[in-house]
């Protein structure tokens, strides 16, 4: 089996956690999220660093990250909504790995974060303008970066086998 890293990029709330845990066990990997990651390096939750720290610190903190992890092979690591944002987070993961978007409408993705306070970007009293132009940002930028782009409209164990018969 191909050892290198599978990095799943895509919007907040397309499912890169749950279809990484998925993909890693079916693929016999090892799962890692990034804000996890980054959240057991400083002691702290995402939001406490964005809080504490504002967010050029917590990008500071996800670049090394990146760089870490891409010194591993045998991963499946759910990159945080922003980390393939910064073309140098996007380089240093492709050294060992291919890069898979999750592909989802702005309005699932909406349905989905609905009732959810964890996320920095988003609490805001324009949740929902924040979001869409947030989207209508980024999803390109994931475009150019994925190698694959997979629909994650769907349950999470089809996508974690459309990412399998895409890389695999």
């Known amino acids: 089996m191909n ?15 749950t ?15 990034l804000d996890t990651y980054i959240e057991k390096k400083e002691n702290k939750t995402v ?8 967010e050029a ?10 760089e870490e992890l891409s010194q591993k092979k045998g991963l499946v690591i759910a990159a945080g909504g922003g980390t ?3 073309k140098e987070n996007e380089e240093a993961l492709r050294k060992t790995g291919k890069v898979v978007l999750l592909d989802i409408p702005v309005e699932r993705v909406a349905e989905r974060l609905k009732n959810d306070t964890t996320r920095p ?4 009293p324009d949740k929902e303008k924040a979001m869409k132009e947030l989207y209508e940002s980024r999803m390109p930028i ?7 782009t997979v629909d994650a409209d769907n349950s ?11 890389v695999m």
Not at 3 to 17: A, P, V
Not at 158 to 165: A, E, F, Q
Request: proline fraction near 1%; charge should be positive.
């Open 3 to 17: 050892r290198k890293n599978i990095i799943l990029c895509g919007f907040m709330g397309c499912g890169k956690s």
């Open 19 to 33: 279809v990484g845990t998925l993909l890693a066990k079916k693929a016999g990997m090892s799962f890692v999220d």
């Open 47 to 54: 939001s406490e660093i964005f809080a504490e720290n504002g």
């Open 57 to 66: 610190y917590f990008r500071q903190a996800e670049r090394r990250a990146a």
């Open 84 to 86: 393939l944002v910064y």
């Open 121 to 124: 970007l988003l609490n805001r």
């Open 142 to 148: 994931y475009r150019a970066a994925a190698d694959y």
């Open 156 to 166: 999470p164990m089809k996508v974690c086998m459309d990412i399998l018969d895409a």
